[in-house]
T-cell receptor, first 115, second 110 residues
Framework: DTAVSQTPKYLVTQMGNDKSIKCEQNLGHDTMYWYKQDSKKFLKIMFSYNNKELIINETVPNRFSPKSPDKAHLNLHINSLELGDSAVYFC??????????????FGDGTRLSIL | DQQVKQNSPSLSVQEGRISILNCDYTNSMFDYFLWYKKYPAEGPTFLISISSIKDKNEDGRFTVFLNKSAKHLSLHIVPSQPGDSAVYFCAASARNKLVFGAGTILRVKS
């Protein structure tokens, strides 16, 4: 049983297109996250939602828009894709206790390649 | 501005020996530290954590040591096993801030 699943696993698309990545967790967690792992392998948090409410919104271009229809789902929509958006995007979930010190469960990543 | 640094990109250790992975941080506001392990084509998996009020936390073969004055933590794996070969990420947390290091590739040779 996959705990955090994200789709698609691979996404190859042209510059300027709009794409979405979906994420679902079945762990009963109340908080979900999106991370970007760039070419230098740093994992950087982009967004976090707690019970469908945005709690973290790091400095990310507004072409990136997260959407949380319920606490088990957090989708990421990216408009007008650029070459620099090529990266691996990870979804994660955890319980929230007022901070980010709870262990997070990660999906296996979506490798986005912009041509 | 790298607030969390893992200065060794890779480490190679013989099976059965101790593996020591290091992590340094610059922000004294960080009060909780976590280690994650990552295999290729998979997401990171939580390994062990430590609060800043402690200097050691142990879980089976894994022990994390924290030296607050030096802003340094280390993960000890003993004995190392071939299945421990992976990328290890250190992460530091302060309230709603979480910063990961770039990772250290550990190779355990049999």
């Amino acid at each position: 049983d996959t705990a955090v699943s994200q789709t698609p696993k691979y996404l190859v698309t042209q510059m300027g297109n709009d794409k979405s990545i979906k994420c679902e967790q079945n762990l009963g967690h109340d908080t979900m996250y999106w991370y970007k792992q760039d070419s230098k392998k740093f994992l950087k948090i982009m967004f976090s939602y707690n019970n469908k409410e945005l709690i973290i919104n790091e400095t990310v271009p507004n072409r990136f828009s997260p959407k949380s229809p319920d606490k088990a789902h957090l989708n990421l929509h990216i408009n007008s894709l650029e070459l620099g958006d090529s990266a691996v995007y990870f979804c994660a979930s955890s319980q929230y206790n007022g901070g980010l010190n709870q262990p997070q469960h990660f999906g296996d990543g979506t490798r986005l390649s912009i041509l | 501005d790298q607030q969390v640094k893992q200065n060794s990109p890779s480490l190679s250790v013989q099976e059965g020996r101790i593996s020591i992975l290091n992590c340094d941080y610059t922000n004294s506001m960080f009060d909780y530290f976590l280690w994650y392990k990552k295999y290729p084509a998979e997401g990171p998996t939580f390994l062990i954590s430590i609060s800043s009020i402690k200097d050691k936390n142990e879980d089976g073969r894994f022990t994390v040591f924290l030296n607050k004055s030096a802003k340094h933590l280390s993960l000890h794996i003993v004995p190392s096993q071939p299945g421990d070969s992976a990328v290890y990420f250190c992460a530091a947390s302060a309230r709603n801030k979480l910063v990961f290091g770039a990772g250290t590739i550990l190779r355990v040779k049999s």
